[in-house]
């Protein structure tokens, strides 16, 4: 099987708004014909935009949350009552209503802890990254997914989440520093040059335990540790 993606898509009439709350369509588990189910990957006519989240832990979280809204029978498609899903969850007992935006609203709050507001996919890109959580692309043809990405439309029109795509890596490029290629000796000066903006002691304490330098005192043997991890692009932030 391909790329699966999973989102709302329409109420049990076809229409979207004015039905029944719950998803009236689904048949079984995992679901693939429901009001809010998975199918597979297609590209959209508007075409999408990639939100991709920078941690791979975080985009691992939303996928799971889409899977559990796809595969819960008391979620169903209703524009006029889309936040039902956000009062309720994408593990709700009760019988409640999303539309596609809100319901990617929805996972990534549950997935990140950060509620990026009420987006509609006309401005959803641009909340999304306002979060400082994810990275934007435009899909082009044959460009790889990765379980947890958000696709949006360039324009408003629907927003989904890859269920099941390529792995994402092992090192989460969000919880290392950008590789730092300047010929200072201070790791004060390099740690700043990437762009934290705490370097004092105790925050540089936190960073050696971050990458088991233990009993941090600030000795020139530590520091030149973390700035050779920092140069190898292999320093975790604390």
């Known amino acids: 099987m391909g790329v699966i993606i999973g989102s709302a898509r329409i109420d049990e009439r076809g229409k979207a708004s004015g039905g029944t709350a ?42 799971a949350a889409m ?18 899903v956000v009062t309720n969850g994408t593990a709700s007992k009760v019988k409640t209503e999303c539309d596609c935006s809100s319901l990617v609203r929805e996972c990534v709050k549950e997935a990140t802890g950060k509620d990026a507001g009420n987006f509609t996919t006309g401005n959803e890109a641009s909340m999304l990254m306002a979060t400082g959580l994810f990275t934007q692309t435009a899909y082009t043809s044959g460009a ?6 958000i696709l949006v439309t360039k324009t408003k029109g629907h927003t989904v989440i890859v269920t099941a795509g390529a792995a994402r890596t092992v090192k989460d490029t969000a919880q290392y520093y ?15 040059a990437v762009g934290e903006k705490d370097t004092s ?16 005192k600030g000795t020139a043997a530590q520091n030149t540790s973390m700035l050779n991890l920092l140069k190898q692009g292999r320093l975790k932030k604390a």
């Open 178 to 192: 950008p590789v730092y290629s300047g010929n200072t000796v201070s790791i004060v000066t390099a740690l700043a």
């Open 22 to 63: 719950g998803d009236q369509k689904q048949g079984a588990t995992p679901d693939y014909s429901g009001e809010v189910s998975m199918q597979n990957f297609y590209v959209h006519s508007q075409g999408w935009n990639i939100l991709r989240a920078k941690s791979a832990d975080h985009a691992i979280k939303i996928a």
């Open 67 to 84: 899977i559990t809204a796809c595969n819960n029978a008391n979620i169903g498609y209703d524009q006029n009552q889309r936040l039902g």
């Open 144 to 149: 790889t997914l990765y379980t947890g990405d």
């Open 201 to 216: 002691y105790t925050h540089r304490s936190k960073i050696a335990a971050a990458n088991s330098i233990t009993g941090y």
